[in-house]
């Protein structure tokens, strides 16, 4: 059996570190005080995981909700990302061939039963070559945001974590999101829902930010 091995560039997770000890992100480190959330504005919290990295941006968009009374919708793939799909040291597997078109929208599975009821959306998303993934951009070219606040976010589980995939074919080394900050997410995300109102969002540096500080962080748009 053919075996081929991918390795993404663990430099990455060197530099990643190192940019990361500079970082002026508030990811991680969010306000200490607890807040009530007193606030009769309706919120949304959609999000995209792969699901392959320890459910990393779902186990977050959980807790968030929880932290917020939110309701929870995933954005679900159309067609679901295999592993090969997110190679990134393959410039012809699918998410490469995606990120590097900023014009591909992959097609959403499931939609948000009534999105006009709400006033506040948190959208949630592993990054992808230091923007949102392309679904995302689906995401805001499907709904009417006119008037609502969007509040993007990512996490990292870890400065630089290894992840090793396996499949019948090929293993795939990846690193976390450690490197990249939030990147144009936000402002590529505004140029798509231009009646919104898109926050320039926040990237985590950790995903196990207790509940009482994501109910601060939150609370600036509640
Ligand atoms: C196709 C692809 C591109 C990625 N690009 C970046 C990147 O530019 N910067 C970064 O810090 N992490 C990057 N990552 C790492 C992901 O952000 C990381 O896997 C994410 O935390 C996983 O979240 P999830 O389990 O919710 O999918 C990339 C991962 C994939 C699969």
Partial sequence: MKIR??????????????????????????MADTQKINSNKKV???????????????KFADTLAK?????LFEIKPAKPYTIADLDLTNKKSRSSVE??????RPKIANKVVDMNKYDVIFVG??????REPSIIDTFMESYDFSGKQVVPFSISAGSGMIHVMSSSCCYVV???SGSSGMGKSGSIMQKLAPKAKVDSG????????????LKSWASKWL
């Fill in 67 to 71: 932290a917020t009374g939110a309701d």
């Fill in 44 to 58: 949304l919290i959609a999000y995209f995981s792969t699901r392959y990295f320890d459910d990393i941006t779902a």
């Fill in 202 to 213: 926040n990237r985590f540096l950790s995903s196990s930010v207790s509940e009482n500080d």
């Fill in 174 to 176: 990846f690193i976390t």
């Fill in 99 to 104: 990120m590097a078109d900023i014009n591909s």
């Fill in 125 to 130: 998303f592993p990054i992808w070559r230091d």
């Fill in 5 to 30: 091995i991918f390795v993404s560039v663990l430099i990455v997770a060197v530099v990643g570190t190192i940019f990361l000890l500079k970082s002026n992100d508030n990811g991680g480190s969010v």
